[in-house]
Nanobody, 121 residues
């Protein structure tokens, strides 16, 4: 069964850094886009950053120049390096992958279970 496994969340002080990892486990045909979303209490889930199979990236304005998304296609893993963290970055971070399990199956979107990031002032 294909699933996303996240790791790397935690608690840091403002100005600190964290790196999140997301690995797609199981047999798959292709992973087209991997992304990180976050959801703070009382707020809607929002896109933080995404990266295509070819390496094209997209960032929310609030994290540009502080966060970097990357992926290792050989390991089916995406990373989110977060620097200069701010208290407003506090949220549950979710990994998302748009993938195809087999060539004949439709493209589908999977979510990880979420990992908490807490930034204290």
């Amino acid at each position: 069964q294909v699933q996303l496994v996240e790791s790397g969340g935690g608690s840091v002080q403002a100005g600190g850094s964290l790196r999140l990892s997301c690995t797609v486990s199981g047999s798959i045909f292709n992973i087209y886009i991997m992304g990180w979303y976050r959801q703070a209490p009382g707020k809607e889930r929002e896109l933080v950053a995404s990266i295509t199979l070819g390496g094209n990236t997209n960032y929310a304005d609030s994290v540009k120049d502080r966060f970097t998304i990357s992926r290792d296609n050989a390991k089916n893993t995406a990373y989110l390096q977060m620097k200069s963290l701010k208290p407003e970055d506090t949220a549950n971070y979710y990994c998302n992958a748009e993938l195809r399990v087999r060539l004949a199956t439709p493209r589908t979107s999977l979510w990880g279970q979420g990992t908490q990031v807490t930034v204290s002032s």
